[in-house]
């Protein structure tokens, strides 16, 4: 599955990617995963220049929202970023849960 996105843009390289803290931040600008699915149209024309714009928040420098949105313009293929970025998201997703469930605390429990 891919994890990160190289690009150059104008010489210079870039890396997009997804981890705890930029998914947070995301999430607290409104971000919904649940609408790439259950709003396909607008996760085509809205939710997809979120999610680019994202994937550049674990990467510093910050990035100027204007210059992202000028890289985002330029890229082929948009329905194969929109999959590969959700996918990266998605495995982040998966990521945090699992270093939650791997946390003992020392009392167990079990669903009656």
Not at 17 to 22: D, F, G, N, R
Not at 105 to 110: D, V
Request: charged fraction near 25%; aromatic fraction near 10%.
């Amino acid at each position: 599955m891919v994890t990160k996105i190289r690009f150059k843009f104008k010489g210079k390289p870039y890396v997009l990617q997804y981890t705890l803290e930029s998914v947070l931040e995301m999430e607290k600008r409104g971000f919904n995963p649940h609408d790439l699915v259950d709003k396909p149209l607008s996760a085509a024309l809205i939710h997809l220049p979120d999610l680019f714009g994202g994937a550049f928040i674990a990467t510093p420098p910050a990035t100027p929202r204007a210059k992202i949105d000028k890289i985002y313009a330029q890229f082929e293929n948009k329905f194969e970023l929109l999959n590969a970025l959700a996918g990266m998201y998605a495995l982040t997703l998966e990521e945090i849960v699992n270093q939650v469930d791997k946390v003992h605390n020392g009392i167990s429990w079990e669903k009656c």
